[in-house]
């Protein structure tokens, strides 16, 4: 059997990096080039793509780039803003062979910590790991499978009431405006920073028909919105906000059934929600959609630090910007948030 082979992997690259992603079973969106192109050209993080080889064929990827700054630390973290997208290999050997280079590369660029995001245990020595998260998953199908059951009672009930309500569905890449305005009221209200709008613009011209926003209009206002990315078999939302004030109207259910049931009917098998906290309003949220929580492992290796840390929410420093942050004014929020959430991997 031919050596393994690991290296940066570079521009070049990316056509030999994404067959290899895109044909792997457990490939995943966050792991494409086009993530890579959208983090790099929004926030300009430095990437470190490991690509591992045995002579020309490549059989395994980990996605790298390097985070932070003095609020949160220096990170060298796979898939910053995304929920999973760690080592991808053809087994525990050429798992291996990138986890090590890794492990290396984070004592060379001395940062805090090396953090992998993944739906499965790497199994490598010097890792210590979390599950705090887990992903929430709903399969699709038939409409009506769905509807009867996967739904929760009072699930059903809301959608019944929002079809009531006079709203409309609207999609495409010009919503962006509009999503992008609720979306900056949502995250001061929850007490986190926003993205830029910079970034969600590059999602869409990156990943191209892969992306889109659906938004929920009433009398051709947008009441609520989704940002989400097509990927094989699977749609995964990145982003969804709305405005409070229309939340009798209950937009959301309205908005979720509605690509659900386009969704089945177009062959898509599954819905990503996303991570939530175990226990968490959001968690509970999902499930009432049926969908299915699957465990998240964040494995690090500790080079500056005592202890892995936990989960963002329970970090006392980000605890303290979140509530700061929600007394601050919307104009500064947007000017600031691009700023500080750029540096949480």
Same mark, same amino acid.
């Given at each position: 059997?031919?050596?393994?082979?690991?290296?940066?992997?570079?521009?070049?690259?990316?056509?030999?990096?994404?067959?290899?992603?895109?044909?792997?079973?457990?490939?995943?969106?966050?792991?494409?080039?086009?993530?890579?192109?959208?983090?790099?050209?929004?926030?300009?993080?430095?990437?470190?793509?490991?690509?591992?080889?045995?002579?020309?064929?490549?059989?395994?990827?980990?996605?790298?780039?390097?985070?932070?700054?003095?609020?949160?630390?220096?990170?060298?973290?796979?898939?910053?803003?995304?929920?999973?997208?760690?080592?991808?290999?053809?087994?525990?050997?050429?798992?291996?062979?990138?986890?090590?280079?890794?492990?290396?590369?984070?004592?060379?660029? /001395?940062?805090?910590?090396?953090?992998?995001?993944?739906?499965?245990?790497?199994?490598?020595?010097?890792?210590?790991?979390?599950?705090?998260?887990?992903?929430?998953?709903?399969?699709?199908?038939?409409?009506?499978?769905?509807?009867?059951?996967?739904?929760?009672?009072?699930?059903?009930?809301?959608?019944?009431?929002?079809?009531?309500?006079?709203?409309?569905?609207?999609?495409?890449?010009?919503?962006?405006?509009? *999503?992008?305005?609720?979306?900056?009221? /949502?995250?001061?209200?929850?007490?986190?920073?926003?993205?830029?709008?910079?970034?969600?613009?590059?999602?869409?011209?990156?990943?191209?028909?892969?992306?889109?926003?659906?938004?929920?209009?009433?009398?051709?206002?947008?009441?609520?919105?989704?940002?989400?990315?097509?990927?094989?078999?699977?749609?995964?939302?990145?982003?969804?906000?709305?405005?409070?004030?229309? *939340?009798?109207?209950?937009?959301?259910? *309205?908005?979720?059934?509605?690509?659900?049931?386009?969704?089945?009917?177009?062959?898509?098998?599954?819905?990503?929600?996303?991570?939530?906290?175990?226990?968490?309003?959001? $968690?509970?949220?999902?499930?009432?959609?049926?969908?299915? $929580?699957?465990?998240?492992?964040?494995?690090?290796?500790?080079?500056?630090?005592?202890?892995?840390?936990?989960?963002?929410?329970?970090?006392?420093?980000?605890?303290?910007?979140?509530?700061?942050?929600?007394?601050?004014?919307?104009?500064?929020?947007?000017?600031?948030?691009?700023?500080?959430?750029?540096?949480?991997?």
């Amino acid at each position: 059997m031919l050596p393994i082979t690991v290296s940066f992997a570079g521009q070049g690259d990316s056509e030999c990096w994404d067959d290899y992603v895109n044909t792997h079973p457990d490939g995943c969106v966050f792991q494409t080039y086009a993530w890579r192109r959208a983090v790099e050209s929004t926030y300009g993080l430095r990437p470190y793509y490991l690509m591992a080889k045995r002579g020309e064929k490549v059989c395994g990827v980990l996605p790298l780039f390097l985070v932070g700054g003095r609020l949160f630390g220096r990170v060298l973290a796979t898939c910053p803003y995304a929920s999973s997208g760690s080592v991808l290999s053809d087994g525990a050997v050429e798992a291996r062979s990138l986890v090590e280079p890794a492990i290396d590369l984070a004592r060379r660029l /001395n940062v805090d910590y090396l953090e992998l995001k993944s739906r499965s245990i790497t199994e490598c020595e010097g890792l210590e790991r979390h599950t705090d998260y887990l992903n929430y998953d709903l399969p699709l199908g038939d409409p009506e499978t769905v509807w009867k059951s996967r739904l929760k009672k009072e699930t059903r009930t809301s959608v019944r009431r929002s079809e009531k309500s006079g709203l409309v569905l609207e999609q495409g890449h010009h919503l962006l405006d509009a *999503f992008y305005e609720m979306m900056t009221l /949502n995250m001061r209200r929850l007490g986190t920073p926003v993205h830029s709008k910079e970034f969600y613009q590059n999602l869409l011209r990156c990943f191209g028909q892969q992306a889109d926003i659906w938004a929920v209009t009433h009398q051709g206002l947008p009441i609520s919105a989704v940002l989400f990315l097509r990927y094989r078999q699977e749609i995964a939302g990145l982003a969804r906000c709305s405005r409070d004030e229309y *939340f009798h109207l209950r937009p959301n259910s *309205f908005l979720y059934w509605e690509m659900f049931r386009q969704a089945c009917h177009a062959g898509v098998g599954r819905y990503d929600f996303g991570r939530s906290l175990k226990g968490s309003g959001a $968690a509970k949220f999902k499930e009432t959609w049926g969908a299915e $929580a699957k465990p998240l492992y964040y494995e690090y290796f500790l080079n500056k630090r005592n202890r892995i840390p936990g989960a963002q929410l329970e970090n006392p420093r980000y605890q303290l910007v979140s509530a700061v942050w929600r007394r601050l004014p919307l104009s500064f929020t947007r000017l600031l948030g691009p700023h500080l959430i750029k540096d949480i991997p």
